[in-house]
Every structure is written in C-alpha cells, then in structure tokens.
C-alpha cells in the first residue's frame, strides 16, 4: 500500500481522490487496538476512529489511554475535523503521552494553525521543541505561523476571496473544472449524501466521492447541483475533472473500492451526449499487470489539448506525488509514455491539481516550494519550451490561506475564478469558493483656497486632463472643493490639472496612475496668489557664472528648472503679460552692473520665447543694483562675511512683475 508522511491534509486531498494509505506508522498493537490500527494503516481513519472509541473504556492503563487519544486525533486531523483532533490532542497531552511522543505538540499546533489560532499554535510548537522535538522542524514552524498571521491580518493581494453557499455542504465540495465554453456551468467533486452508492466510505465516514454540475445565470446565481449520469458516478469514488478544449470529453478520475478491496486509481474519459455523457472508459496510463499501486489522478490538458498533465506516485519522481505529462499524437491517436514534468515543478513533497490559464501558465497545489500552510497554489510561467517552466511563484494571500487552497480555475483571460480550500469560515470540510480582483479605483479630490487668507474660492475652475483624451471641467463648491469619484480617473493614464479663478495667478499640477497597483485617493489642495498689478513676485533662484549672462547649469545648479515655473505659470495664465527683471548686488560700477543685468534680463526672456512664450508677453528689464532689498549699511552691520555673502545674494535676484492679464493670444485673436 501507497505510504506518504506529508504534513497536515495533504495526504487527505489524494485519499479524496487517488486513495492514499498509511499517512502514519501506528504503533506497536495490543490486542485490544489491533482491528483499530489496522483500519488506520489502510486508510480508514472514519471507520478507526470509531473502533478506537469503541475500545477506549476497555484500556487500563493511563500510557494506553494516551496514545489512543492520540490515534483518534490523528484520525480527525486526516479527515479534516480540526476541532475534533484538537480536543483529542488535549486528552492526549492531559495523559501525559507528549513524554514519550513529542509528536502530539507538533500536530496539535497544526490543527491549531489550520483554524488560524497562531499564537496558540506557536506555543505548541515551542512545547513540541522543549519536549524534545525536532528544533529546526518547530523553528521552520514557527516561521510559517508567524508569516501567515502577518499575511492574514495585512492580505499582500486585493483579492476578494468568498465562499459560494449555493455549492458547499457540509460534506466535502472541491476541485471545480469549468464544463462550458461561457464559463457559466461547472462539475466538481463532492461527497454529499446525493452522491451515488448507499456505503459510508471508511476513509471520510461519509458518502463516496461523485461528480455534481451546476449552472449560474445570468445574475451570477449558481443553481442547485445534480449529479451526473452513471456511466460516470458509481458506488466509487470520482473527481478531479478536465475537459477538452471543446468541451466534448471529460477526463476523469475513479477509484474503484469493492468490498474493503482497494484498487489503484486511474484517470477515464467519456465522451458528452446530449446534456449526459457516454460510457467511462480508462485511459490506461499505466500498465496494471505490472504496477498495481501507483495512483494517477488530478487530469488537465493544455490549451489545443496536445498535452495531458496528471499527478502520480509511479517510479521515476522526485517523491511524494508529481506531475507528470502525456503528449497526444493526432496521427497514431494514441498518448505517449508518461514523462517527469521535472524538477523545476516537482519537490519532494506533493505537487497536486495541475491547471492552466492559457498557453503561459501552469497552476498547481504543492506543500513544497515553502507553502503558507497546508497545500499552497502555485504558477509556473512558461519558459519557452514545450512543457518547460520558469521559477515556481507562490499565488498571495488570500487566494493561499492557512489551510488548504487548491484546484484553482481562471475564467480566461479574467482576473477571477473559483477554487477549493478548508479555510476556517467555510461551510463544509472543503468548500468551492470565488475569487476575483476587484477593479481599481482611482479619485481625485482638491481644494482651492486664498493663499494669503487661507479662504475657501468658490467657484474657481479645475480642468483634469487626461492622456487617454478625456477631460473634466470643474467648479469649486462653496468650501472650494471638487471632486473626480465615480470612475472618472482611469488607470494606466496620466493627468494635468489647470486651476484658474478670475483676478488670481493660475496654478496646477500632475498626478498619475500609472503603474499602480493599488487604488488611491489623489488629495490635493491649491493656493491662488491675488493678481496685483506691478508688484514684483520671486521666483526660484536662477543664477548665472561670474561675470556673465548665460544661465549657470551643472551638477550642482540647473537655472533653466527654475525659469520652468514662469514658464509653466505664464502657460496657465495665457492673459498675462510680464516684465522679467534682473538684479545684481551693489559691489562694482553701477554702469557696469546695468548693462549684466540687462543682458541677464534678455537671457531669460530669450529661454522663454524658445519654450514657446509670444514675445508681446515679456519684457525684459534690468535694474542693475538700483533696486537691492537688503541696503549696504545694513550687509556691514551684519556680524559675519558669511551673513554678508548671503545678503548680497538676496540682492542678485531674478523676479517678474504681471503688467495686465488682459492679453489675447493670437490663436483666439483670429477666431
């Protein structure tokens, strides 16, 4: 019989369809136990719970006590009844059995975790090393705990992930395949008491596993599943779906169990009639004369159906359970041998659930490849190469969770889906759930205000451009507010904004949202400057090499960035009309002094009319030293010659004056 040592549930998702065994050594038997322990070891943790309950008033010692309560656990771990192995657990540790098995602390904290409950998982894991557990084991543990309750309380994604009560039961529901080309009708698993046969199985106490349909409408509502005809479902278990790209045959798995005789599963296929399908028949992988243990299961096919991956535990991997693949060829219709799908997938623990989004990605559920908890989602990028794939990529939370996330399906192209997981909050011991990325959303709101009252401007105009050719004309409200918020601002686009209001200096700015990846509120606020006629306004500081006119730009200087705000403002303010003045200090001939500044005045002027600035709408003006704001008697009163150096620099300025914003420029003068 097939053993596996995997940790958590994993071992459960293959009982669910491929029938594992022996996910633990029981030990030694005692007469009593003996008919307990051997449905352990084959697998029939519903049926071993049972007969170990139905023995325990018989044990006398305390140590026998214990270790029972510890294989009942274990039982409900494997059937996914968290809450259950957790209280046997606790029996376990009250028995004192964690001072011969440290092991009990170990697998507690796991059932712990699986229900979200970290910090107190953390401590068992802590008492599994004290006990003299395996310390770098519990390290590694405790490092996942603390990972995921980071990743619980802050989800890294914007996923909505939610459960679809229409689905789930309080059975086991999983593994979705879309069964329609509109992405509007599914099959899955299930194990509800609907499904086909009148047996409980031994492994889950419940029914066995069948495939059901459902169908959503158009108002997204899903209906009630039905089971499919019975050339498919059987008192056996069936699941794991696949379809062709037609959807004209389903792959299937079946795992036939007669009368307590286990056989090794295997994928099927049959063909679609009508609404029904035809009779089931094997695919055969894999020769049953010679191997009559390996499991095969978990069926997908790539895009153009050319390629069908499968999960196995035959010979040749890289342990545990790998994907493997099968090319088809059209001219003989027959598959070829099965080959690895190779290392760069497979890990030595199980790789489970293989799906792909088109032609570049493969999905898979692995406890490898260093998983939140339990099975974990994965993609592999395609590497160019037939059946080669790129680094393994952990899908974010939500979509993983502390328990077990799987069989995951796209719906095309869409950001959205569906998959399976036993997180905490659901229904059932699996459960089929939705998940979607939400569309971003992107607002923008200002305000205007006075900048030397602070005042609110009513009615000050804000124009929002876009590079996507859509633009907004906004009026301030009464508190000089606007706002873009109703899925105006688009993503991937870049955005000027104007501000204007009779009698002040126009200003704006830029915002985009390219690139990002979350939605963001764009705040801003404005300060409008009143239009006084003839009064001199700074701008930033533009300076120029000794003794010269031309605009001193270098590492450390860039004068042309600083005439970009006149620019920029003049742009704007397309009425105004300027008189660009220049400074210098009171040192040197005065004569002298005029003529730089003038020359200075014009290099100025001369950058705006490159930019693109009429020449009626600047003057240029030297002043010389005959304006300084700082006189000389006070530079020499100041203590320092750095004060003074400083002084003497306020006085080289560069600064504009509006002489009227009554200018028309010449494109509206000729309309």
């Known amino acids: 019989m097939l053993r596996t040592n995997t940790r958590h549930a994993v071992q459960r998702y293959f009982l669910l369809i491929l029938i594992a065994f022996g996910a633990m050594a029981v030990t030694a038997q005692n007469s009593t136990t003996a008919e307990a322990d051997n449905a352990f070891n084959r697998g029939a943790y519903a049926e071993a719970a049972q007969e170990y309950l139905r023995v325990y008033g018989k044990l006398k010692g305390v140590d026998e006590k214990g270790e029972v309560n510890f294989k009942i656990g274990e039982c409900y771990r494997l059937m996914l009844n968290y809450e259950a192995a957790e209280d046997y657990y606790k029996k376990s540790i009250v028995a004192r059995h964690d001072e ?27 008492e599994y090393k004290e006990k003299g557990g395996d310390k770098s084991k519990a390290n590694a543990a405790i490092g996942e705990c603390e990972a995921l309750a980071l990743a619980m309380d802050e989800p890294p994604s914007r996923y909505i992930v939610e459960q679809v009560p229409m689905l789930n039961t309080e059975q086991f529901d999983y593994a979705p395949s879309w069964s329609e080309k509109r992405f509007d009708e599914i099959v899955f698993a299930s194990s509800r008491p609907s499904s086909a046969g009148s047996s409980d199985d031994p492994i889950t106490g419940e029914s066995y596993m069948d495939l059901f349909k459902a169908e959503r409408d158009k108002k997204g509502k899903w209906s009630t599943p039905v089971p499919l005809n019975n050339t498919i479902n059987t008192p056996s278990s069936e699941g794991g779906v696949a379809f062709d790209s037609r959807y004209k045959r389903m792959y299937f798995t079946r795992c036939i169990d007669e009368k307590k005789a286990t056989f090794a599963c295997d994928i099927y296929y049959a063909d679609k009639r009508g609404r029904d399908f035809g009779p089931a028949e094997p695919l055969n992988i894999i020769d049953r004369e010679v191997n009559d243990s390996s499991q095969v299961g978990h069926p997908a096919l790539t895009p153009g159906d050319m390629y069908l991956v499968f999960v196995s535990d035959m010979p040749g991997g890289f342990g ?23 290392e760069k997938v497979n890990t030595p623990e199980d790789e489970m659930f293989p799906y792909f989004r088109g032609d570049t990605t493969l999905y898979f559920s692995s406890r490898g490849h260093g998983s939140m908890g339990g099975l974990d989602v994965f993609k592999a990028p395609y590497a160019g190469e037939a059946m080669k794939f790129g680094d393994v990529e952990r899908l974010p939370a939500p979509i993983n969770s502390s328990a077990d996330d799987f069989g995951l399906i796209f719906m095309d192209d869409e950001d959205q889906g ?17 998940f979607k990325m939400p569309p971003l959303e992107f607002n923008y709101i200002a305000n205007v205000y006075d900048f030397d009252t602070g005042s609110p401007l009513a009615n000050a105009k804000v124009t929002v451009q876009g590079t996507d050719g859509n633009s907004y004309e906004l009026t301030a409200d009464g508190n000089g507010g606007v706002k873009l918020d109703n899925g105006e601002i688009a993503k991937e686009t870049n955005y000027s904004v104007d501000v204007s209001l009779e009698g002040y200096i126009g200003t704006g700015d830029q915002f985009s949202t390219v690139g990002l990846s979350e939605s963001t509120t764009f705040a801003r606020e404005y300060f409008l400057k009143e239009i006084i006629l003839d009064q001199e306004y700074d701008l930033p500081l533009v300076l120029y090499p000794f003794d010269q006119s031309e605009l001193l730009i270098n590492e450390e200087v860039n004068s042309a960035d600083s005439l970009n705000y006149l ?15 220049s400074h210098t200090d009171t040192r040197g001939a005065a004569d002298y002094n005029q003529r730089l500044s003038q020359a200075r005045a014009e290099t100025c002027v001369q950058y705006l009319i490159s930019k693109g600035i009429d020449t009626e709408r600047i003057e240029p003006v030297g002043k010389g030293e005959s304006d300084p704001k700082i006189l000389d008697k006070e530079i020499e009163a100041m203590a320092t010659e750095e004060e003074r150096e400083a002084a003497h620099q306020t006085n080289r300025r560069t600064v504009f004056r509006i002489l009227r914003y009554d200018y028309v420029p010449k494109e509206q003068k000729g309309q």
């Open 100 to 126: 011969q098995n440290p092991e009990v602390h170990f697998r507690y904290g796991e059932v712990l975790q699986a229900q979200d409950k970290f910090d107190v998982a953390i401590e068992k894991y802590n």
């Open 320 to 342: 545990g359970k790998d994907l493997w693949y099968m090319e088809y060829d059209r001219k003989e219709d027959k598959w070829s041998k099965p080959k690895n799908l190779g």
């Open 418 to 434: 569906m998959l399976s997981s036993n997180r905490p909050g659901g229904k059932g011991k699996d459960d089929i759930y939705e």
């Open 567 to 581: 620019f920029d403002l003049m742009e704007r303010n397309p009425n105004f009309v300027i008189q660009l003045e």
